[in-house]
């Protein structure tokens, strides 16, 4: 670590090291069957999005098969 500023900036000892170090890491998740899309910080701010996007028509779905279920309840007892 190196004081520039006032301010601790990390410097690597060795940056190739680090480089190879990347560049291993990457491969292994590639072999291990991760898909470049996993890295793209926007294509994963998409997949997020739709993600809360099901879940809201989930919780709408279930909030109207209450009111159904409970306009039902009231139907069956009003007309018996």
């Known amino acids: ?8 900036v990390i410097v690597p000892d060795n940056p190739v090291q680090d480089m190879d170090l ?7 998740d590639i072999d291990l069957g991760v898909s470049r899309e ?6 994963c701010l998409d997949v997020e999005k739709l993600k809360d996007v099901e879940i809201t ?5 279930k909030i109207m ?9 009231y139907l069956v ?3 018996a």
């Open 1 to 8: 670590m190196h004081i520039i500023n006032n301010s601790a």
């Open 22 to 28: 990347i560049e291993i890491l990457w491969k292994q």
């Open 38 to 43: 996993a890295y793209d910080l926007r294509q």
């Open 57 to 61: 028509k989930e919780k709408v779905h």
């Open 65 to 73: 098969n209450k009111i159904i279920r409970s306009n039902n309840m």
């Open 77 to 79: 007892s009003v007309n």
